[in-house]
């Protein structure tokens, strides 16, 4: 027997490898931070006597980490405020009011509830465009968080540089130069469960000469660049008035699509973008159900889909979410696609799955390591408990992940080798710790903001 080595076995394996195999009973073995073994059946004798832990996944599912392909960690401090207004008045209403004012702990607090949340659904990694830098320490705090977690974090470091609100404005230079300081400090620790990329806000708010110096340096760190497209119809005038072009169309002008941009939202988009798109493989992070609550607009998912162009999912800030959900996402994506196109067949369960796990993984940066259950990929694991109401009897485990709330069910999660949740509970952290020291970090945000703060009372 061996230290850190894990047998998972007697579960319905849903691998999303090339071939979207499943295995109606079959094993996963972990050696360390990689999965060495996938089968069907009982896993071999040598295995089963290697197994430092075995977890028995009888009624239960088993999945890669789903990967939450666009965040800001600090909004869930935010959540369930200003629910009735347009994006850019609802990011006057609750953003800039509150951001100028946050602290590196606040930070720390509100991504570590984020983070949690992802864990219990399923999530194992989130890309954080982190936008909000009146204290250079938010960021720190945001990786202090994901290092004490055990979750994987890209933080995207977000930017802009002309028409931005003042407060959280930033010359090119100070970008650069935080941008190099936590891309030295931070990319690649942890075991390499620490990124960081190029995080342009939007694309009115940054100028030509900024886009192309902070990309071409991401490029040359060979990391990932992530913005906001045409997430609304208002934000799409605003860059023809000013460039007499389109979001895609400015980019592709500057020459910065490609396979390692995330495009994120991407809703008011027209044929010839969708072309450039496709050309560029540039990945798409469709966010639905914060398209819904905000009533951006359905994007064009079915479309990209039959394109051939990567789409990612993921479930936005929790500012304008509310929630942090992947298996919500899924059923969000598929019903939006066949609602919006009147198409019953528009997107299948595989595939939203396939969005949120191997898209999830091109956005994230690595597609050959995360995003599947096959040997040498990451260890990144989730069961989910199908002996409930919502999926009794089972079917088809795919369909069943994506419409009875999967989010609800998970049992366990697996990081790295390393397992961050089980029987539904933390395995590392004092969870009750965590919910009284960010009520208490959010009470004082809003006290500095000079903002009325009256929390649920809670036992404290």
């Known amino acids: 027997m061996t230290e850190n080595t894990i047998l998972i076995e007697k579960g319905w394996i849903i691998t999303v490898d090339d071939a979207k195999t499943v295995h109606r009973e079959g094993y996963v073995f972990i050696s360390g931070d990689s999965i060495e073994a996938v089968g069907a059946g009982a ?56 951001a100028p004012h946050f602290k590196g702990e606040e930070a720390y607090w509100a991504a570590m509830i984020g983070l949690i949340e992802n864990l219990y659904s399923g999530s194992t990694a989130t890309i954080d465009n982190q936008y909000i830098h009146p204290d250079h320490a938010i960021d720190d ?33 100070e970008v650069i130069d935080e941008s190099t300081r936590l891309y030295e400090t931070y990319h690649g620790k942890e075991n390499g469960r620490l990124r960081f990329e190029n995080g342009a806000v939007i694309p009115w708010g940054c100028t030509e000469e900024g886009m192309l110096r902070v990309f071409e340096l991401a490029r040359k760190w060979g990391v990932g660049s992530h913005l906001h497209i045409a997430e609304t119809k ?49 990945v798409v992070v469709h966010c639905p159900l914060s398209n819904m609550t905000m009533g951006t607009a359905p994007a064009r998912v079915t479309e990209m889909h039959r394109m051939g162009i990567d789409v990612a999912l993921a479930s936005d800030g929790s500012a304008s979410n509310n929630a942090q959900d992947m298996f919500e996402e899924m059923r ?19 595939d939203v799955l396939w969005m949120a796990c191997r898209g999830g993984a091109k956005a994230f940066g690595q597609p050959e390591l995360l995003g599947a259950l096959a040997p040498g990929r990451k260890a990144d694991v989730v069961l989910v408990d199908m002996w409930r109401p919502e999926s009794v009897p089972l ?37 009750q710790e965590v919910l009284r020291e960010a009520q208490k970090a959010c009470a004082s945000l809003f006290k500095r903001a000079g903002l009325t703060y009256e929390p649920l009372p809670l036992k404290m």
């Open 43 to 98: 896993p071999p004798d040598d295995l089963r006597q290697r197994a430092g832990t075995t977890i028995d996944a009888t009624r239960m599912t088993v999945m890669p980490g789903m990967i939450n392909a666009h965040n800001h960690l600090f909004q869930s401090f935010l959540r369930g405020l200003c629910i009735d207004k347009p994006l850019l008045e609802w990011v006057a209403g609750v953003i800039w009011p509150l």
């Open 141 to 173: 705090g945001i990786y202090r968080a994901a290092r004490d977690t055990g979750m994987r974090l890209n933080l995207a470091y977000g930017w802009g540089d002309i028409k931005y609100f003042p407060p959280l404005h930033q010359p090119t230079e």
């Open 234 to 282: 208002e934000e799409v005038d605003i860059n023809i008035r000013d460039r007499g072009t389109r979001h895609i169309e400015w980019l592709d002008k500057l020459g910065i699509l490609g396979p390692d941009v995330q495009l994120v939202h991407s809703v008011w988009v027209d044929d010839h973008e969708l072309e450039l798109m496709a050309q560029s493989k540039s």
């Open 332 to 350: 969000g994506a598929l019903m939006l696609a066949r609602t919006t196109s009147l198409d019953a067949m528009a997107l299948m369960p595989a």
């Open 395 to 431: 079917h088809d485990p795919v369909p069943a992940l994506v419409f009875q709330r999967g989010g609800r069910m998970v049992d366990t999660v697996i990081v790295d080798g390393r397992i961050l949740v089980r029987d539904k509970q933390l395995t590392f952290i004092d969870e």
